[in-house]
């Protein structure tokens, strides 16, 4: 299992709605990432997770809240969020954060509009 | 401050042309240099370079890191309709565990 798997793939929600978007992975990386990815730019890194521990959160607004219940697991609670966090939301994750030469798989995202 | 800077942002090429797409960096404590290719939704990995003048091929695609000069190069020959992206160039460093993206390449091919 090579894949990293994002749920919804589509989320429409209120300004005043609580939702979370979830992200799992099976193929014992020890490190997980959120992106957020608006049109036509790339991907800005926002939260990093080590071996289940918030190891970078990039000046990310509250609204926006990681969780890593276990090493398979990564979800971005979310709160009172704002039009222009409409964006897709990309999960990645990497092997140990500790081993040199890895590179990112990417989930194919939860494309979110918040109305 | 890390910055990663990709060149052209979009090229419009016909089907059998060669591309070459660029990447420049200025990273502290780099670690490896990736390239992928975005068309829908997630990005898909092509390759990562952490020694220079080493050339990784796969198929028509090709890419090759200099890190005196801080930068990389993707090759594409004969090119297709199929390769038409966002080819995203991204760095990670030593300190943290985090991949920088570049501002990404935009390549249609056109028939």
């Known amino acids: 299992d090579t894949e990293v798997t994002q749920t919804p793939k589509h989320l429409v929600m209120g300004m005043t709605n609580k939702k979370s978007l979830k992200c799992e992975q099976h193929?014992?990386?020890?490190?997980m990432y959120w992106y957020k990815q608006k049109a036509k730019k790339p991907p800005e890194l926002m939260f990093v997770y080590s071996y289940e521990k918030l190891s970078i959160n990039e000046s990310v607004p509250s609204r926006f809240s990681p969780e890593c219940p276990n090493s398979s697991l990564l979800n971005l609670h979310l709160h009172a969020l704002q039009p222009e966090d409409s964006a897709l939301y990309l999960c990645a994750s990497s092997q140990d954060p500790g081993r040199l030469n890895t590179e990112a798989f990417f989930g194919q995202g939860t494309r979110l509009t918040v109305v | 401050e890390d910055k990663v800077v990709q060149s052209p942002l979009s090229l419009v090429v016909h089907e059998g042309d060669t591309v070459t797409l660029n990447c420049s960096y200025e990273?502290?404590?780099?670690?490896?240099l990736l390239w992928y290719k975005q068309e829908k939704k997630a990005p898909t990995f092509l390759f990562m370079l952490t020694s220079s003048g080493i050339e990784k091929k796969s198929g028509r695609l090709s890419s090759i890191l200099d890190k005196k000069e801080l930068f990389s190069i993707l090759n594409i020959t004969a090119t297709q309709t199929g390769d038409s992206a966002i080819y995203l160039c991204a760095v990670q460093s030593n300190t943290g565990n985090q991949f920088y993206f570049g501002t990404g390449t935009s390549l249609t091919v056109i028939p």
């Open positions: 990273v502290t404590n780099f670690r490896s």
């Open positions: 193929m014992g990386h020890r490190a």
